[in-house]
């Protein structure tokens, strides 16, 4: 597909403690109204969805870095498991956007 999006240059701001809203970023890399968000209420650290790429359907993955900076806790590792599954199931492509700065560990994970 032949398309730009000037917003892409500057989303990731300069000081990496900062979040930015990969939510946009879907809208801007996937064809136009073609995200459909999956299980957002759980394990928001990480959007799973359902998307076209120049007319192809995909199942895309993308750490939240508003949610726990991007970290992947126990719900997201979850989620992430059982979405790369269900894309199996259908012979989806899986395209990934990462911004992990590692993963959330412990009890409360």
Not at 8 to 21: S, W, Y
Not at 60 to 74: C, E, I, K, Q, R
Not at 94 to 101: G, H, N
Request: hydrophobic residues 50%; aromatic residues 12%.
């Amino acid at each position: 597909a032949e398309r730009r999006e000037a917003g892409l240059d500057t989303v990731v701001p300069n000081d990496r403690r900062k979040g930015f809203d990969m939510r946009a970023v879907l809208e801007w890399v996937f064809d136009a109204g073609s995200v459909f968000e999956l299980r957002a209420g759980y394990g928001p650290a990480l959007i799973t969805a359902l998307a076209r790429l120049d007319g192809y359907p995909v199942a895309v993955f993308a750490n939240d870095p508003t949610v726990l900076g991007g970290s992947m806790d126990a719900a997201a590792a979850q989620k992430v498991q059982k979405f790369i599954e269900f894309a199996a199931t259908f012979h989806l492509p899986v395209v990934t956007l990462v911004d992990e700065p590692g993963f959330w560990i412990g009890p409360q994970a």
